[in-house]
């Protein structure tokens, strides 16, 4: 790391002897993560924004103020920022089956009885997490078991990466759906003429829209219940990724009545509603906390439910290729929609076909270097003779280091040895621009950032497996997993002149830890705790 120098500090007003401000921090050990990644000792905070930084003798002599905070030598980082998640996704998942890291599909169902029993009814049982890659035999589980224990009460449980469910008969029997019916991309899966309830990415819709409408109480306590465990993780923004139109206004009442702090920037979701909403028409909506500038469009599906689009079959599954979500003729229709605007479009793409795809779609329009942001959310598996398409037209790469560490238990299975070496190439991505912004796409991952942390440096689990390091080659420093966890993933939402560091100017998104993370040994990362979250200046954790 740098030697740590101090920042000459710089005032708005030179002759504003002892300024009364809103919030002085000293005694600290300030990651500024601006372009040197220097340290700085205190800052002076105004209006929910960074006012001066500097020494601590510059700063308490500068400035006064009725909230001073003496951080004992603590260290201080921006604001982390998630560069992918489901924030409402996640807020939802609270009032669900957890069903995050099930052993089996037998006390997958106990736990849905568990909730049928605290809320009884014959409302929908809806559940989230399971994933068949961690029972015995790795098998798909089917809706026999659901069917006995619910016979006329709807039950739909999703799988972690939200790629698959399970629903049972009768929640099949609302939607209308019958053995043999087909959706482009999706599966309705059949065994010996039956449905077995297995719904794989596009069919998984056709029985969402049987779920009755979300209330306004039931956003207010999805949204609040998650930001106060983002808050406790350090997390300040948060990218959330394929709302609708519906959802915004709720997020920003929310939001205007103070009920809502969490800065967010929003992907609206690739959806005819969206394209008439004045969120579109009026291209795009900005407040102090809202950014509603992208449009979330899913290429393919996961790599764990097979639904991931490759260019050769799968290891383990013979002939079988995965799918698109859509037609290449509908990715390229929303690319000549988007061109002109500034809206960003960012496709979920896993697999190397998929990549492939959606990277010639938005060569085709971007023509060459540009500065319109365009995104590949995941890019996770790619042929190396595709990585150039990312430097030659400025496209970012959008990646999750937990799903690298998550995933590499059974992804050799699904890709073998060769095509496994193009996957979750994080340093290679980084090469491309320079430049990598780091998420979790929780609630598919657990929203913890230091997991992130772990997993970009050391590609290591919470386990410490493997002691060596998963595909190391492709490993991140710490300065730029801090980078991708702050003014990298800003600048993937253009919001880097607000967020993303502590600078004068921009917002005081900040955050307290008690370990230094650039220092801390690698088997202690987990063990750093924030102490305090703050955001426009003010304490949120």
């Not at 790629?163 to 019958?178: E, P, Q």
């Not at 790599?303 to 490759?310: I, K, V």
């Not at 190397?352 to 971007?366: E, F, M």
């Not at 996770?380 to 990312?390: E, G, K, M, S």
Request: some cysteine; proline content about 4%.
């Amino acid at each position: 790391m740098r030697n740590v120098f101090v920042i000459v500090i710089v005032l708005f007003c030179s002759s504003c002897i002892n300024q009364r401000v809103d919030l002085i921090v000293h005694h600290a050990q300030i990651y500024t993560v601006n372009n040197e990644f220097a340290i700085a000792e205190a800052m002076a905070i105004q209006d929910g924004k960074i006012l001066a930084i500097g020494t601590n003798d510059d700063i308490l002599k500068e400035y006064q103020s009725d909230s001073v905070v003496n951080a004992n030598n603590a260290i201080i980082y921006p604001g982390f920022i998630d560069a992918h998640a489901h924030f409402l996704g996640y807020g939802q998942s609270l009032y669900a089956v957890d069903l995050m890291f099930v052993p089996s599909w037998e006390e997958a169902i106990e736990r849905v009885k568990a909730f049928a029993v605290k809320h009884p009814g014959k409302g929908w049982i809806r559940g989230r997490g399971w994933d068949q890659n961690r029972f015995a035999g790795k098998q798909f589980p089917t809706n026999t078991a659901l069917n006995i224990l619910f016979p006329d009460r709807p039950v739909i449980l999703e799988r972690v990466d939200g790629h698959a469910s399970i629903a049972n008969d009768y929640a099949l029997a609302l939607a209308g759906v019958k053995a043999g019916q087909t959706i482009e991309g999706g599966q309705f899966t059949v065994q010996n003429g039956k449905l077995t309830g297995l719904l794989i990415d596009n069919a998984v819709g056709v029985i969402e829209k049987e779920v009755p409408a979300t209330t306004k109480e039931d956003y207010k306590n999805w949204l609040t219940a998650a930001q106060q465990n983002c808050f406790a993780t350090g997390l300040t923004t948060i990218t959330d990724c394929g709302l609708s139109p519906e959802d915004v206004e709720y997020v920003d009442a929310l939001q205007k009545s103070d009920d809502l702090k969490m800065r967010l920037y929003v992907m609206l979701s690739d959806k005819p509603s969206t394209y008439t909403s004045k969120y579109f028409t009026d291209g795009g909506y900005v407040t102090d906390r809202l950014a509603v500038k992208g449009i979330k469009v899913y290429g393919d599906g996961a790599l764990g439910s097979r639904g991931a689009c490759l260019l050769q079959p799968y290891s383990d599954k013979a002939g079988w290729q995965g799918f698109l979500l859509s037609s290449p003729a509908h990715f390229d229709s929303v690319a000549a929609k988007l061109i002109n605007t500034d809206f960003q479009m960012c496709t979920h793409a896993i697999g190397d076909s998929a990549n492939r795809t959606i990277l010639k779609v938005y060569a085709k329009y971007l023509k060459g270097k540009n500065d319109k942001r365009w995104r590949i959310e995941h890019a996770q598996i790619l042929n190396p003779a595709d990585f150039h398409y990312f430097a030659d037209n400025n496209i970012i790469p959008s990646v999750q280091p937990t799903h690298a560490t998550s995933d590499m238990y059974w992804a050799g299975d699904r890709l073998g040895v060769e095509r496994l070496k193009g996957g979750y190439a994080f340093k290679q991505l980084l090469a491309q621009n320079n430049w990598l912004p780091l998420g979790t796409d929780f609630p598919v991952e657990e929203i913890n950032p230091f997991k992130t942390f772990l997993a970009a440096v050391a590609r290591q689990d919470a386990k410490g497996f493997p002691a060596s390091g998963f595909q190391m080659e492709n490993a991140l420093t710490r300065e730029q997993t801090i980078r991708g966890m702050t003014i990298w993933a800003a600048k993937a939402n253009r919001m880097e002149k607000q967020v993303g560091s502590i600078e004068i100017g921009k917002k005081a998104d900040f955050i307290i830890l008690d370990k230094d993370l650039m220092k801390v040994p690698t088997d202690s990362i987990l063990q750093v705790k924030v102490l305090k979250t703050y955001l426009n200046g003010e304490r949120v954790f």
